[in-house]
């Protein structure tokens, strides 16, 4: 029931909700959904993913385990979060995805991070590991971009031992995600 049973799925489905998101995925920590989020946009090989400099390292290697190249942008000094303005300098024709990082609980700022992946054609792909349930400006963390990804580990807000979700608004991306989730 633990693994992938009945209680998972109604996990899933409750923790999507709390998210205000319409699917969720249990995967086994909150590395590898940042991992499966970025394999399964399919991404040419070293496309760059602009990430902020101040995380924890899972962050980088969901990037590098995806065949990607991070790109370090510096922090806003107020919100230890995504700085916009070096985010902005950052962009290039490589640039496919920006992974903000809602760190210690406090959201990235989602209003600007999506008039910027709109307007360059970029996707998002959040690491929410440690922001679960905090919003920005009615924008629920698990929600701003085609993924959201949480962790379960030890210090987060929400402690199962280890385990992480992905989450998604999307029911393509969360049918890949279901396969890919369960050994590829």
């Known amino acids: 029931n633990f693994i992938l049973g009945d209680f998972v799925e109604k996990f899933e489905k409750d923790f999507a909700l709390f998210c205000n998101s319409k699917f969720a995925i249990s995967c ?22 602009i990430m902020p400099a101040m995380t924890y390292c899972s962050t980088a290697f969901s990037i590098i385990n995806a065949g990607l190249k991070p790109i370090l942008v510096d922090i ?13 300098k950052k962009i290039t024709s490589k640039t496919k995805v920006v992974m903000p990082v809602h760190l210690y609980g406090m959201p990235a700022n ?3 991070l999506k008039k910027i992946a709109i307007k ?29 990804a949480f962790s ?33």
């Open 152 to 184: 379960f580990q030890g210090a987060k807000l929400l402690v199962t031992g280890e385990g992480g979700m992905l989450t998604t608004n999307n029911y393509k991306l969360y049918k890949k995600a279901l396969k890919i989730s369960d050994f590829g």
């Open 28 to 49: 086994a920590n909150g590395t590898d959904a940042l991992t499966i989020a970025l394999r399964i946009l399919d991404l040419p090989k070293n496309s760059e993913v």
């Open 76 to 88: 806003d000094k107020f919100t230890s979060t995504i700085s916009i303005k070096d985010l902005k």
């Open 120 to 148: 360059h054609k970029i996707k998002i792909v959040e690491d929410a590991a440690p922001a679960i349930g905090a919003s920005y400006k009615n924008i629920s963390c698990g929600n701003l971009g085609e993924f959201s």
């Open 110 to 112: 989602c209003v600007e």
